[in-house]
């Protein structure tokens, strides 16, 4: 069956960067769309960038400018490249997967299979 396995969270101070990685296992669909969530304390989860299979991208228009998603195919494995971080991108990080090309839709009830988060505090 298909596993998802964030890494890369921790602390960082304010202006920071960090880099997210997601590791696939266990799937080969030939379209796909993987992508990045996170739910900040108390509130609900929420997209911040989504890539699939033709490399096609989407972003959450308040985060574009600042967070960048990629893919390595070769290693399975997905990544988020978060700069100028601030207190308010604390949150859990979660990456997903779904069959299908994006199509520019970021929306969390479409994916099914989800890693198990990880942990950014920004200080």
């Known amino acids: 069956h298909v596993q998802l396995v964030e890494s890369g969270g921790g602390t960082v101070q304010a202006g920071g960067s960090l880099r997210l990685s997601c590791a696939a296992r266990g799937y080969t669909y030939d379209t796909y769309c993987m992508g990045w969530f996170r739910r900040p304390p108390g509130k609900e989860r929420e997209g911040i960038a989504v890539i699939d299979s033709d490399g096609d991208t989407a972003y959450a228009e308040s985060l574009k400018d600042r967070f960048t998603i990629s893919q390595d195919n070769a290693k399975n494995t997905l990544y988020l490249q978060m700069s100028s971080l601030r207190p308010e991108d604390s949150a859990t990080y979660y990456c997903?997967?779904?069959?299908?090309?994006?199509?520019?839709?970021?929306?969390?009830?479409?994916?099914?299979?989800w890693g198990q988060g990880t942990q950014v505090t920004v200080s």
């Open positions: 997903a997967v779904r069959l299908g090309r994006c199509s520019g839709n970021i929306l969390e009830k479409f994916f099914g299979v």
